[in-house]
């Protein structure tokens, strides 16, 4: 399976509170119009005063005119507090909240209210509304929601997340997606280490294991590729590449590592989090676990929690000296 991956989500956390539509347009306008009338009777007179309500009437009647698309969006759906993230939509329930991965949400679109605040043209306010295969769903939010990647990439974030993750460099060794599969990775690329192979450039040290497993600009060059690599591929061996960073302590591969930590799979954004996270990178760029745990499996999670490497964070080894 290969073809070129969509554009990472721009966005990490967007949540919506419950969106009922007020009132009616026309009566609305026409109400508003009506206080104009009062008021600027008692200002300018009865004549003038009528003239200035018919305006601001129809201002309002044309500002509510922009909203009638936003309404639109709730029409049959069920106004409901939820949070989207890259990996899926986390719904507010009244027991426990239900986890929506991106193949459970058929349909996303929304719409934002611009107006004025102090004069200045702004985003108001957004409504969005998700169809899923049971129900519709419409919540909104303050300002512009910054959800255009998925509403043009929604299926293809679902493709993203059934890739299968590769045990190895070149995607010859599956996970099984049924089974935990942050053990096996970890187990799987530690392995890969002791032997150090020479497509790594590992360092060779003999007795002196440290630096046997010591990484040089050659397996910095060869992680880097893999992981900024945006060819679909399943086996995806990125998830691989992003552990062997952290096992070496390559802290060079970070800004990589932080690339990938809003990738629509949950696995793979995962384990970058926690290697940028274990190379220094601090949390306010590579977020937290707790980000992304409801999309794992409590052993991938555990796994990733306990995840210690051998070596510390290092430069490469200068080869060359």
């Not at 070129?4 to 966005?11: A, G, K, N, T």
């Not at 010859?172 to 392995?191: H, I, K, N, W, Y």
């Not at 690339?259 to 799979?265: G, I, K, M, R, T």
Request: glycine content about 8%.
């Amino acid at each position: 399976m290969e073809g070129v991956l969509p554009p990472l989500p721009d966005f990490r956390y967007v949540g919506l509170d419950p969106y009922r539509p007020r009132g009616i347009l026309v009566a609305g306008a026409l109400a508003t119009g009506a206080g104009a009338f009062v008021f600027a009777s008692s200002l300018i007179g009865p004549g003038r005063a009528i003239l200035t309500a018919i305006g601001v009437a129809g201002a309002a009647l044309f500002s509510q005119r922009l909203r009638r698309n936003v309404h639109s969006l709730s029409k049959n759906a069920a106004p409901t507090s939820m949070a989207i993230v890259p990996w899926g939509v986390i719904i507010a329930d009244d027991t426990a909240p239900r986890v929506l991965r991106w193949a459970s949400a058929k349909h996303v679109e929304f719409d934002t209210v611009h107006g004025r605040e102090d004069g200045v043209p702004t985003a108001l306010y957004s409504v969005v509304r998700l169809r899923t295969e049971r129900e519709q769903l419409c919540g909104m939010t303050a300002g512009a929601a910054p959800l255009e990647r998925l509403v043009a990439y929604l299926h293809d974030y679902d493709d993203e997340q059934h890739h299968i993750l590769a045990a190895d460099l070149d995607g010859q060794t599956a996970a099984d997606p049924l089974d935990p599969q942050v053990a096996f990775l970890l187990e799987s690329a530690r392995g890969h280490l002791a032997t150090a192979p020479s497509t790594l450039g590992l360092a060779e040290g003999g007795y002196r294991l440290r630096y046997a497993r010591m990484g040089t600009p050659i397996t910095v060059d060869r992680l880097r590729a893999i992981l900024r690599d945006r060819t679909a591929r399943s086996p995806d061996p990125r998830a691989f590449a992003a552990i062997l960073a952290a096992e070496l302590g390559l802290r060079e591969l970070t800004p990589e590592l932080l690339s990938l930590v809003q990738s629509p799979h949950p696995v793979l954004a995962a384990v970058a989090k926690r290697a940028a996270l274990l190379l220094g990178a601090p949390t306010t760029k590579a977020g937290s676990l707790d980000e992304v745990a409801p999309f794992l499996g409590e052993a991938d999670l555990g796994a990733l929690s306990g995840w210690r490497p051998a070596v510390a964070p290092c430069d490469v080894l200068d080869t060359s000296l």
